[in-house]
């Protein structure tokens, strides 16, 4: 039988521990940030102070997790971190991330591409497959990538962080432009720090390899690092190198597979689900599936007190014991 809707988020995690407590010294940089965006009277530093006070949704957004990844991303410094989250805040505005980009507007996109998030890594980092892009490309098909990615940060189950991506060029007729691509890539690096895990790139022509070094030219070395080209793709899975694959067929050392075959559709990747895009079908059960699911992480997120600095751990354990008692 075939599959025409996304796979249930997994329940259990190879990795899923909650956050350690910090080190003396990062806590305090940690307080410092926290402090400053709990202010009851911080507002966003843009020019028209008319709503510049921090809405639900971006307190909801400013978690934890998220203060620690913008830290990191910015080696620790407390003012770098500050102006980069704030940057972030009035890019999610302009680029209506919660109100503009909204499924109905997006759709169409949907409609003239592929863009398959079916499965889930090995880790359970949820994972974006584009195989088909619309016959023209427009500003709102990276809105609809962006929308996408949002989506995918929605079904991260407790102490996931980062997605996945594949790109199966087998049988393209048709890649992105080399524009449309640095956009995305400046948005992600920019604007998603350490959100994304891994990019596997199969079936690579070598007419594309230009193309690929000059886009590795813009990106920074954390992210290229997450950049896999031909991975091994065989019965057992996909491995990133040939010694990975190795390494499990001697001793089924699952630390060294990527993707499980029965998370891998058929086509293209080997895998044992048989997958056919309906649009019907996926996208009504993605649309449903993310918005239940973000209204009960904000429903948690209210429960705990509805502030900046909520822990995402927290909230996605109390959605995930909800949905068992459910």
């Not at 009277?41 to 020019?47: F, G, M, N, S, V």
């Not at 997790?65 to 830290?71: A, I, T």
């Not at 559709?265 to 239940?292: A, K």
Request: charged residues 25%; aromatic residues 12%.
């Amino acid at each position: 039988m075939s599959i025409c809707v996304p796979l249930p988020i997994p329940t259990n995690s190879h990795d899923a521990v909650p956050p350690s407590t910090l080190p003396e010294k990062e806590q305090a940089l940690y307080d410092c940030v926290l402090e400053h965006f709990s202010a009851a009277d911080y507002t966003l530093p843009i020019i028209n102070q008319e709503g510049a006070a921090l809405t639900v949704d971006e307190k909801f957004w400013l978690s934890y997790e998220c203060l620690l990844r913008y830290l990191r991303a910015t080696n620790w410094n407390v003012d770098a971190a500050i102006k980069r989250l704030e940057d972030t805040l009035k890019w999610r505005r302009e680029f209506g991330i919660y109100d503009k980009i909204t499924p109905e507007y997006v759709e169409p996109e949907k409609w003239q591409s592929v863009y398959l998030r079916l499965r889930y890594s090995r880790s359970t980092r949820p994972l974006h497959e584009p195989s088909k892009l619309s016959a023209e490309e427009s500003f709102r098909t990276i809105q609809f990538i962006i929308w996408m990615v949002e989506r995918t940060v929605d079904l991260m189950g407790p102490g996931v962080e980062t997605l996945a991506a594949m790109a199966d060029y087998a049988g393209n007729t048709r890649n992105p432009s080399f524009g449309m691509v640095r956009t995305i890539v400046d948005i992600v690096q920019t604007h998603y720090p350490e959100r994304l895990g891994l990019v596997l790139i199969a079936h690579l022509p070598w007419l594309l390899n230009t193309f690929f070094k000059l886009l590795m030219a813009f990106m920074d070395p954390y992210t290229r690092q997450k950049l896999v080209f031909n991975p091994v793709i065989n019965e057992n899975g996909v491995f990133r190198t040939t010694a990975d694959a190795e390494v499990w067929e001697a001793q089924a050392d699952n630390t060294s597979r990527v993707f499980e075959p029965d998370q891998l559709i058929q086509e293209g990747w080997n895998g044992t689900q048989p997958f056919v895009y309906s649009h019907d079908d996926y996208w009504e059960t993605l649309v449903t599936l993310c918005e239940e699911r973000r209204s009960r992480m904000v429903a948690a997120w209210h429960c705990m007190g509805g502030k900046v600095g909520i822990k995402e751990w927290d909230v996605k354990v109390a959605v995930k014991d909800e949905t068992k008692r459910d």
